[in-house]
């Protein structure tokens, strides 16, 4: 079954960051969606986001696999890093969504606290999982997980674009069906929005017109003081077939 792919996505600097330091790439042709967040207050994260992504649809235009492309980016902000001293402690995160058209299958590819949420059968899920100290730890049984949001360290990241060499890219494979929707935000988003009132958001998302739906988390976000910059993007897919051209007379 073939599959129509619609995307939009926005990236704002929020109402207390004097940078915008997220970098957003969308590209509903090529099914492709990329969120990477600079690490805040870190010496040229506007920089490192933006080279995590271009290195990211820079490969994945060439074929290359999600985990290899996110691992080149990498090794390009590590080898930014290397000559030039000033930027050393830069770093990104990324969630990368790459739905191959026509067939429905995607790949995700992450790192970091960014997220990407889904919307499928009627169930709305998180399918990332945050790459930071305080779920490391409750991951490992040392802190209730009730003690998770708000916690003091909840910022500290323990997997980031820039931090080694041989970095662990989390990898997810699977097969959209039609109506699914995927929603990938930076963390700045997650700050100020509960799970259940993007669950409300993306529910109520017109496939039609993706960049309203957008723009009102957007704004939403903003209302809400905002406290880090906000990337959202939201894409959908139907199996809607596109209009078929008629043959032009002789």
């Given at each position: 079954?073939?599959?129509?792919?619609?995307?939009?996505?926005r990236?704002?600097?929020?109402?207390?960051?004097?940078?915008?330091?997220?970098?957003?790439?969308?590209?509903?042709?090529?099914?492709?969606?990329?969120?990477?967040?600079?690490?805040?207050?870190?010496?040229?994260?506007?920089i490192?986001?933006?080279?995590?992504?271009?290195?990211?649809?820079?490969?994945?235009?060439?074929?290359?696999?999600m985990?290899?492309?996110?691992?080149?980016?990498?090794?390009?902000?590590?080898?930014?890093?290397?000559?030039?001293?000033?930027?050393?402690?830069?770093?990104?995160?990324?969630?990368?969504?790459?739905?191959?058209?026509?067939?429905g299958?995607?790949?995700?590819?992450?790192?970091?606290?960014?997220?990407?949420?889904?919307?499928?059968?009627?169930?709305?899920?998180?399918?990332?999982?945050?790459?930071?100290?305080?779920?490391?730890?409750?991951?490992?049984?040392?802190?209730?997980?009730?003690?998770?949001?708000?916690?003091?360290?909840?910022?500290?990241?323990?997997?980031?674009?820039?931090?080694?060499?041989?970095?662990?890219?989390?990898?997810?494979?699977?097969?959209?069906?039609?109506?699914?929707?995927?929603?990938l935000?930076?963390?700045?988003?997650?700050?100020?929005?509960?799970?259940?009132?993007?669950?409300?958001?993306?529910?109520?998302?017109?496939?039609?017109?993706?960049?309203?739906?957008?723009?009102?988390?957007v704004?939403?976000?903003?209302?809400?003081?905002?406290?880090?910059?906000?990337?959202?993007?939201?894409?959908?897919?139907?199996?809607?077939?596109?209009?078929?051209?008629?043959?032009?007379?002789?």
């Open positions: 079954m073939s599959f129509r792919i619609r995307a939009f996505g990236s704002d600097v929020g109402q207390v960051r004097r940078r915008n330091e997220d970098t957003l790439a969308v590209e509903p042709s090529r099914g492709i969606v990329v969120v990477a967040d600079g690490m805040g207050g870190a010496p040229a994260g506007d490192a986001s933006a080279l995590a992504v271009q290195e990211v649809v820079r490969g994945l235009h060439a074929g290359e696999g985990a290899e492309a996110i691992g080149r980016a990498n090794r390009k902000i590590l080898e930014l890093v290397a000559a030039r001293p000033a930027f050393a402690g830069m770093g990104s995160t990324v969630t990368a969504l790459r739905l191959v058209p026509g067939t299958r995607f790949i995700l590819g992450h790192v970091g606290d960014s997220r990407a949420y889904r919307l499928s059968g009627g169930v709305f899920t998180q399918i990332t999982e945050d790459h930071t100290l305080v779920r490391d730890l409750v991951r490992s049984g040392k802190l209730p997980a009730n003690q998770e949001k708000g916690h003091p360290l909840s910022h500290v990241l323990s997997r980031v674009l820039g931090s080694e060499d041989d970095l662990v890219v989390d990898e997810i494979e699977g097969v959209a069906k039609d109506g699914d929707r995927f929603l935000c930076s963390d700045g988003l997650v700050k100020v929005m509960e799970d259940s009132e993007l669950e409300d958001r993306v529910r109520g998302a017109d496939p039609a017109s993706l960049e309203e739906a957008v723009g009102g988390i704004e939403e976000g903003n209302l809400r003081g905002a406290p880090d910059n906000i990337t959202v993007a939201l894409l959908a897919v139907d199996a809607s077939p596109f209009p078929q051209r008629l043959p032009t007379s002789p």
